[in-house]
């Protein structure tokens, strides 16, 4: 199951809005197929292990990160294909909560007398398919909010300039973290100062993330790296109604996708655009904007990850924040978060955190 995992990891985020599943088959102790979801959802991890294995998929126990769907889409139910290519044993990792599925793929195996299992690196596997599993329960994608900061926790100095506080080793393990997003939002005030190109560079070919920006009134550069790559990684931009027609209309003209918005007591709403971003089909969203986006996203209690890298540097009090003003008086309203992870990069560190059971419950 392990191995099932690694590799349904190898494209997150190029499937949307189809989870990334991994599939092993096994007999006799040997791997006779692996598969795991191809870019753009199809084919399925469990077609392609099938097509691997042939004649000897008969008898064979499938590991499966997630339940095999059981109902007709593009391509027929991978639950009918393991039983048609006769497995014995379906180990499954975690349900599918598609109301399409959900314990079907399950009822499918076990009619055609095929022994299942079902819990096994159940954490593990719903870590990974968790974008999928909220676009079906909350309507929103997983977010991860990214934050590179110095030691004394600046991402800019007081003029806003912010490259580079981390070094190659780091930019290139956040160009695979962009991989693994669907889109890659920013706010405006990271466009107007950093002209950032938010894609993949260096990873080799893959499906580029959509770049998603908030702009209330639409007062970003027409001239920009976003629009030099228009047609090639489409951009979204979220606003409010108060933004002119005249701007509207030349986005639209460049190639750019516009969402008019609903507005808070702090700017455009964020649940509102997570709202918007999961109908178009975005299960994983990497938020790489500065500290209004962060603040907000924190205060709407819409982060799931964070991921800050320190690099070995400090700029002093008149630097950036990594995160605005969150309203905190005391520290029990404070957000608590769990440390889970930490690499090094020489001089910089990695921390990865996720939200206390506390936090989850609000």
Not at 158 to 165: M, V
Not at 244 to 268: H, N, Y
Not at 307 to 327: K, M, P, R
């Amino acid at each position: 199951m392990a191995l099932a995992i690694s590799l349904g990891r190898r494209n997150l985020g190029q499937t949307s809005p189809n989870p990334s599943v991994g599939c092993i088959l096994v007999k006799n102790n040997v791997i006779v197929g692996r598969g795991y979801t191809a870019p753009n959802g199809r084919p399925h991890a469990e077609t392609q292990a099938l097509k691997q294995a042939g004649l000897a998929a008969k008898g064979a126990t499938a590991y499966l990160t997630l339940e095999p769907c059981s109902h007709e889409g593009k391509t027929p139910p991978c639950a009918q294909a393991l039983v048609k290519a006769g497995i014995k044993r379906a180990i499954i990792a975690a349900i599918d909560p598609d109301t399409r599925v959900n314990g079907k793929g399950i009822s499918i195996l076990e009619a055609a007398g095929i022994e299942v299992k079902v819990g096994v690196l159940s954490d593990q596997a719903t870590l990974d398919h968790a974008g999928f599993f909220y676009s079906q329960s909350k309507c929103r994608p997983w977010v991860t909010l990214k934050l590179a900061a110095s030691i004394d926790g600046k991402i800019a100095t007081t003029i806003g300039d912010s490259k580079w506080i981390t070094g190659t080793s780091a930019r290139h393990f956040v160009h695979n973290m962009r991989r693994k997003h669907d889109a890659i939002m920013v706010g405006s005030g990271t466009v107007n100062f950093d002209d950032p190109s938010l894609n993949v560079r260096e990873l080799g070919t893959c499906i580029q993330p959509y770049r998603i920006v908030l702009s209330s009134n639409l007062e970003i550069p027409i001239k920009s790296n976003l629009t030099k790559t228009i047609q090639e990684q489409p951009v979204w931009i979220f606003h409010s109604k108060e933004a002119s027609e005249k701007r509207k209309s030349e986005w639209l003209e460049l190639g750019a996708k516009l969402f008019e918005c609903q507005v808070d007591d702090f700017g455009i709403s964020i649940k509102d655009i997570m709202q918007k971003l999961s109908e178009k089909g975005i299960t994983r969203l990497l938020c790489e904007g500065g500290c209004t986006l962060a603040a907000s996203l924190i205060r709407s209690e819409l982060v799931d990850e964070i991921v800050t890298f320190h690099g070995g540097l400090t700029i002093g009090a008149d630097g950036i924040s990594s995160i605005g003003n969150l309203g905190v008086c005391s520290l029990n309203e404070a957000k608590r978060w769990r440390l889970d992870r930490t690499l090094s990069f020489g001089a910089e560190v990695l921390n990865i955190w996720h939200p206390t059971d506390k936090y989850k419950e609000n």
